[in-house]
């Protein structure tokens, strides 16, 4: 990509990142997710208005009167987003095509993590792990990574969330958020999920289409997967072909949102009608809550 | 027999396999949109449309069906047939039949002379390929039906057509001979022949038969004298073409073996005897074999090009495959 | 050039609706190009669907085109056949309808038609003629002979009453005539037609084409005057059911079409100088050897029409299967 373009590009998605940030400063974002848990702060003498359960016993003794724990929040945060690089993203029927706004959202994220002096870090991944970057913070590693993002070719075909799963799983030593962006159209990672979602806080966005819903009333024509050259003749005219690709893509939808919420991973639908930003900015307004 | 005049486009014809597979099989082949339809290593999004289907595969056939069409069209097909072709000129044989009330006798049950006579010829007729044979009758007068011809379709149909007693109800027998004669003197043949078939008698005609039949050396003609009937009591029926009146009776006396055979002339002319209908057909075997000389045959190849009939047939199909395909399908790419 | 059916060029009407119906799908096809692969990219994908689109249809054209031509059965140039034939077999044909009885030329058209029959059977003794007469129905009078008298005595007799059903059916005449010349030998065949033109019924053309798809030559005297002339009926003229004296004229126009067809000749009149030139063919027709014994034919060209319509026709599979800019 063009230097120029590439810089162009960041000053429009640090725009749109910035009002995230805003809305993300008062508290949402960190509202959503709880951190690793509260971290031991240090002792101070228990007040009888303090909870008896947190008395730490051995100082008390030591010292010959009641000390209690105090408490304070982790303050870091270690963000792993796992971005779906895959051939099945550069579709999309309007103006912009799904693997666009997955970079949006990506740099919107990081940008968001950076500006909260959070770790970020990303796996990038198709049929094979195209790119692994650690979390650090500071604002060039964010731009680094967003280049990277932007300017990723992949060389697999094939959208292996496994795999992705996996690696993500092993890079976050400690506690932390793992950002699923896909379209999930991959089978066979929901034990790898269950295994994250257990240790880490996930968020599964999915990235979609509205031709990954509804087959749109046209003439016959053949299609092929980009990812596994499957060919299919669709005869869009036929209303029985549009109920039965209809059908197909609503109950892996139905099916995606419930074994994710079954295992606990937050959801958040982006469409390519939609913008990215505002979505995000929605979601951690309402607290990651789906309506 | 089908032949093809440049095969080398049939061979063209297995082309068509690779090309089928390329457009319809090839896995990198083109006009296809790309979309997501898979989970990977996961289900895939399969469909049912049998009607659709069809109709896809069968426009796809009537255009591999058009490009054969054309194929076979330029390789040049042709029917072949064989046809005997004659390159020299056979014998001209001249039939000369008596249509007197006599020859309406029944010697020969259930036929009359007559009848059996006209068998007889067709029978005869059917094994000419290219001898000219030619048909006077006579009754009261002598006529010739028809002339010296190779057309036996045409003979035939006249043949069948002769009723006793058209030409009156006499018997000019010396006539009959010399129309036979003069047109048979005209002819061009090597081989000239005459065939008489009578019951003999002679009662009207300024000419004798012993005078006709004088002549016949000279103007080499080989004559033969059939004569038909047997003697004594025979059932007569007979109708009378002019008047439609039918008359029943008993001929005597009526076939006279005597006269006619005084009028043969060996080698020259010959009687025979025919007082059946079997030995009316050895007669005309024996005639057969002792003057029908040998054809010069050759034989020629017609062809008949074909090519004009699958043109409008490729034509139609390719129509066929673009208003299935693109009008009823509406085929986007 | 010369075409066997050019009626067939009709079909050529078939082109601009076929256009008009690709333009159509073009059209439509672009919509939904649009919706199912995106506006995103909507430049190079109309692009390719523009250029596919067009150059598939052309081609698709003109195989179309190649096809009908092809189909036409053009002919141009021509190549020496050697010729097999000798010897010749006519058949007269006559039209007997009541027409021929118009006295616009002396006697009667007719009677014309009968002296200039007359001659040619004078002039070839040994040469086989069969007499055909026509009205409603055609009928076959004397089979092929060289009886010269009793060629004769039919000539004579030629008249209306000869033939059987109203009309003037030209192409009956013509079939049977060639029928009547159907025998095993390896003669050059002719037909000679002596009649006004004016056929009603039946496909004279088609005859015609029969007759020359046989190696049969067709040769016409056109009897009569393009003026026309009245029928005459005992003292007065024949008058049709509306009470109309009939003119009946002579139709050049077909009796030229007809001869074209076998590659004959047409003769306004029977007079003496046409009769020679006649004669002059005839004898040529009867000896090939007059001719170096080779005889001129018009060499089909359709090949290199179906050779067009089949490389269009490939091209159009070669569009359509290459895959172009990763896109389809």
Request: charge should be neutral; include cysteine; charged fraction near 20%.
């Amino acid at each position: 990509m063009e230097v120029q373009d590439f810089y162009g590009k960041i000053r429009q998605l640090r725009l749109s990142a910035h009002r995230l940030v805003e809305g993300l400063y008062s508290g949402n974002y960190r509202s959503v997710f709880r951190g690793p848990g509260l971290e031991f702060d240090e002792v101070r003498e228990y007040d009888p208005k303090d909870d008896a359960r947190f008395i730490d016993w051995n100082v008390s003794s030591r010292l010959g009167s009641p000390y209690t724990k105090k408490f304070r929040e982790e303050r870091e945060l270690s963000l792993q987003i796992l971005v779906d690089v895959s051939p099945s993203l550069d579709s999309g029927t309007l103006e912009v095509n799904k693997r666009e706004v997955v970079n949006i959202l990506f740099a919107n994220l990081v940008f968001a993590a950076i500006a909260s002096e959070d770790r970020v870090g990303a796996v990038f991944f198709s049929d094979r792990i195209e790119q692994w970057v650690r979390p650090r913070k500071g604002k060039t590693h964010a731009l680094s990574l967003i280049h990277d993002c932007l300017a990723l070719r992949p060389e697999g075909r094939g959208s292996n969330l496994a795999l992705a799963l996996r690696s993500g799983h092993e890079a976050l030593s400690r506690r932390g958020i793992v950002v699923i962006l896909s379209d999930f159209k991959s089978s066979n990672f929901w034990r790898d999920l269950s295994l994250v979602a257990r240790r880490h806080d996930v968020i599964a966005i999915r990235v979609h289409d509205q031709i990954d819903a509804e087959f749109p009333e046209s003439g016959f024509v053949e299609l092929v997967d980009p990812e596994n050259g499957y060919a299919l003749s669709a005869y869009g005219s036929s209303p029985q072909f549009r109920k039965q690709y209809h059908d197909f893509w609503a109950l892996h939808r139905l099916h995606w949102k419930r074994e994710c919420l079954r295992r606990g991973v937050r959801i958040l639908e982006v469409g390519t009608q939609d913008d990215p930003a505002a979505k995000l900015l929605e979601y951690f307004n309402r607290r990651g809550r789906v309506p | 027999m089908w032949t093809f005049s440049d095969p080398a486009y049939l061979l063209l014809l297995l082309t068509i396999p690779f090309l089928v597979f390329f457009r319809h099989f090839w896995k990198g082949r083109g006009s296809r949109l790309v979309l997501p339809l898979t989970l990977w290593e996961g289900q895939r999004f399969a469909t049912k449309n049998p009607y659709l289907s069809f109709l896809n595969f069968l426009s796809a056939s009537f255009f591999w069906l058009s490009l054969t069409l054309i194929l076979f069209a330029l390789a040049g097909p042709s029917l072949t047939r064989q046809k005997k072709i004659f390159l020299n000129s056979g014998t001209d044989v001249m039939i000369v039949l008596d249509e007197s009330p006599s020859m309406g006798a029944r010697d020969f049950p259930p036929q009359s002379r007559f009848e059996a006579a006209k068998v007889v010829i067709e029978r005869f007729i059917k094994s000419l390929q290219n001898d000219p044979v030619g048909l006077v009758t006579f009754g009261q007068d002598a006529v010739l039906n028809v002339p010296l011809t190779t057309d036996y379709r045409f003979f035939q149909t006249d043949l069948r057509k002769r009723k006793l007693m058209e030409l009156g109800d006499g018997t000019a027998l010396g006539m009959g001979i010399a129309v036979a004669a003069e047109h048979l003197r005209t002819a061009n043949g090597q081989n000239k022949v005459m065939i008489v078939l009578t019951d003999g008698d002679n009662n009207a005609g300024e000419i004798q038969p012993g005078t006709a039949v004088g002549l016949l050396p000279s103007l080499g003609i080989h004559y033969y004298l059939v004569g038909i009937g047997t003697p004594g009591k025979v059932p007569l029926e007979v109708t009378d073409p002019t008047s439609g009146l039918t008359y029943f009776g008993t001929l005597e006396g009526g076939f006279h073996e005597n006269y006619l055979k005084s009028l043969a002339n060996p080698p020259y002319g010959v009687y025979f005897s025919a007082n059946s209908s079997g030995s009316l057909d050895s007669i005309f075997q024996s005639i057969d074999s002792r003057e029908m000389v040998a054809h010069r045959v050759k034989l020629q190849v017609l062809n008949v090009p074909l090519y004009q009939d699958f043109v409008p047939l490729a034509l139609g199909f390719l129509t066929l495959f673009l208003l299935v395909r693109k009008v009823f399908l509406k085929e986007l790419l | 050039m010369s075409f066997a059916r050019p009626e067939v060029f009709w079909a050529l009407l078939l082109l601009p609706l076929i256009a008009a119906v690709l333009l159509g799908v073009y059209r439509r096809g672009k919509n939904d190009l649009l919706r199912l692969g995106g506006a995103w990219r909507a430049s190079p994908l109309l692009s390719i669907y523009l250029l596919k689109s067009f150059f598939q249809s052309l081609f698709l054209l003109v195989a179309f085109f190649g096809l009908v031509v092809a189909w036409a059965g053009p002919a141009w140039g021509t190549r020496t056949v050697a010729e097999n034939q000798d010897g010749l077999d006519v058949a007269l044909v006559f039209d007997v309808s009541w027409s021929m009885t118009a006295t616009d030329v002396p006697p009667n058209r007719l009677g014309q038609g009968i002296e200039a029959a007359r001659f040619l059977v004078r002039t070839f003794p040994h040469t086989q003629f069969s007499l055909v007469a026509f009205k409603g129905q055609a009928r076959t009078l004397t089979p092929l002979t060289t009886d010269t008298d009793f060629l004769n005595n039919w000539l004579n007799e030629l008249s209306p009453s000869v033939a059987t059903g109203p009309g003037s059916d030209l192409e009956a005449g013509l079939r049977e005539g060639l029928r009547s010349l159907d025998t095993p030998t390896n003669h050059q065949k002719a037909v000679i037609l002596f009649s006004d033109g004016e056929a009603r019924g039946g496909d004279t053309v088609a005859a015609a084409r029969t007759l020359a798809a046989h190696g049969v030559s067709l040769f016409a005297f056109g009897l009569g005057t393009d003026a026309g002339s009245t029928i005459p009926e005992g003292k007065s003229a024949l008058v049709d059911d509306f009470g109309f004296t009939v003119i009946t004229r002579r139709n050049s126009g077909l009796l030229r079409a007809i001869t074209d067809e076998t590659g004959g000749v047409y003769y306004p009149s029977a007079n003496r100088e046409n009769l020679s030139d006649l004669q002059e063919r005839l004898v040529s027709l009867a000896n090939p050897a007059s001719r170096g014994g080779v005889k001129l034919e018009a060499v089909q060209q359709y090949p290199l029409f179906l050779n067009l319509a089949l490389l269009s026709l490939f091209a159009c599979l070669v569009i359509r299967i290459l895959p172009w800019r990763k896109l389809f």
